[in-house]
Nanobody, 121 residues
Framework: QVQLVASGGGLVQAGGSLRLSCAAS?????????MGWYRQAPGKQRELVAV???????NYADSVKGRFSISRDNAKNTVYLQMNNLKPEDTAVYYC??????????????WGQGTQVTVSS
């Protein structure tokens, strides 16, 4: 079992920055490969924001490329999402996810509790 605890959300003005953190724990944590972030805005489907494998391969949504950066500290079992030049359309609940595979598989993945990011104009 793996538990994920996300933090770092908040209210920020457009153009500002936030850094999200997600710490993983549990007896199966050594088997985790992919870790990433999804987001869900009101009335919209949950969408991939960024994902990173244990080996460092990354993938980003087109809407955040050049603004967001995902990284991880394998020793701390923690993944980060640095969000720069935030826009109002980034407003959403951000969910941390982890999977034993090198991709996030929606059904099998572990999910964090979500942290609210609100970007004002």
């Amino acid at each position: 079992q793996v538990q994920l605890v996300a933090s770092g959300g908040g209210l920020v003005q457009a153009g500002g920055s936030l850094r999200l953190s997600c710490a993983a724990s549990g007896r199966s944590i050594f088997s985790i490969n992919a870790m990433g972030w999804y987001r869900q805005a009101p009335g919209k489907q949950r969408e991939l924001v960024a994902v990173i494998t244990r080996g460092g391969t990354t993938n980003y949504a087109d809407s955040v490329k050049g603004r967001f950066s995902i990284s991880r500290d394998n020793a701390k079992n923690t993944v980060y999402l640095q969000m720069n030049n935030l826009k109002p359309e980034d407003t959403a609940v951000y969910y941390c996810a982890a999977d034993y595979s090198d991709i996030i598989r929606t059904i099998q993945a572990y999910w964090g509790q979500g942290t609210q990011v609100t970007v004002s104009s």
